[in-house]
C-alpha cells in the first residue's frame, strides 16, 4: 500500500526553528515535496528532494534518506505568516501522480 | 505566466445539478493533473493527462466525473448528479516532463447542498 505519516499538529514561537518530520511507504518513488497551504487556498511549493542528502533554500531547508524512507522539513527563525499546513508528498512509481499525506497544522506564536 | 488558473473559485450546486469546472494550466507544460481535497486530509489524485491524452485514472473518478482536455491546453472537470459527498476542493496542477515543477491552481471550491 501507499502511506504518508506526518504528525498532525505543531506549535512553535516566532524566532524557533521547527523541523517536521514526514515518513513514507510507497510502491515506487520519483521524488518527495513539501509544500505549504494556507486555509482555503492551494498548496505553494517549497522544496523538492530526489537524492538524498539536504537542499537549502533561504529558510526553509529539506532532508530525504530514500533508503529510510524518511524526508524532514526544517523551517528557521519562524514568523507568524509560516502558520500554515506543511504536506509531504512523493511522485509514485509512474512518475505522475503526488500521494500526499494529511498534512501538518504550524501554529507560531508570539 | 500567471501560473495555474482555475475557474470558478467557489461553486454553490444542489444536489443533482451537473458542475464544470476549468483549469488553464502554465503554458509550457505538458502534463495537467485534477485532484480533490477535503477538510484535514492532503489532496487525493483523480486524473492526468500528458498534453489531450487522458493517461491515467485514479479509482476515485466515478463515473459520474470526466475530464477532457481537448486542444492539450486548457482542461474541464465535469462532475454529474452531483451528491453531498462530491463538496471539497478541486486542485489542478501542471508540470513539466520532468522535475520539481508541480504547480497547483488556486483551486475550485464545491458545495452541494
Known amino acids: 500500500g501507499q502511506n504518508i505519516d506526518q504528525p498532525t499538529e505543531m506549535t512553535a514561537t516566532e524566532g524557533a526553528i521547527v523541523q517536521i518530520n514526514c515518513t513514507y511507504q510507497?510502491?515506487?518513488?520519483?521524488?518527495l515535496f513539501w509544500y505549504q497551504q494556507h486555509a482555503g487556498e492551494a498548496p505553494t511549493f517549497l522544496s523538492y528532494n530526489v537524492l538524498d542528502g539536504l537542499e537549502e533554500k533561504g529558510r526553509f531547508s529539506s532532508f530525504l534518506s530514500r533508503s529510510k524512507g524518511y524526508s524532514y522539513l526544517l523551517l528557521k527563525e519562524l514568523q507568524m505568516k509560516d502558520s500554515a499546513s506543511y504536506l509531504c508528498?512523493?511522485?509514485?512509481?509512474?512518475?505522475?501522480?503526488?500521494?500526499f499525506g494529511k498534512g501538518t497544522t504550524l501554529s507560531v506564536s508570539s | 505566466d500567471t501560473g495555474v488558473s482555475q475557474d470558478p473559485r467557489h461553486k454553490i450546486t444542489k444536489r443533482g445539478q451537473n458542475v464544470t469546472f476549468r483549469c488553464d494550466p502554465i503554458?509550457?507544460?505538458?502534463?495537467l493533473y485534477w485532484y480533490r481535497q477535503t477538510l484535514g486530509q492532503g489532496p487525493e489524485f483523480l486524473t492526468y493527462?500528458?498534453?489531450?491524452?487522458?493517461?491515467?485514472k485514479s479509482r476515485l473518478l466515478s463515473d459520474r466525473f470526466s475530464a477532457e482536455r481537448p486542444k492539450g491546453s486548457f482542461s474541464t472537470l465535469e462532475i454529474q448528479r452531483t451528491e453531498q459527498g462530491d463538496s471539497a476542493m478541486y486542485l489542478c496542477?501542471?508540470?513539466?516532463?520532468?522535475?520539481?515543477?508541480?504547480?497547483f491552481g488556486s483551486g475550485t471550491r464545491l458545495t452541494v447542498v
Open positions: 503554458s509550457e507544460h505538458n502534463r
Open positions: 493527462f500528458q498534453n489531450e491524452a487522458q493517461l491515467e
Open positions: 496542477a501542471s508540470s513539466p516532463d520532468r522535475g520539481p515543477g508541480y504547480t
Open positions: 508528498a512523493v511522485r509514485d512509481g509512474t512518475g505522475t501522480a503526488l500521494i
Open positions: 510507497t510502491s515506487g518513488f520519483n521524488g
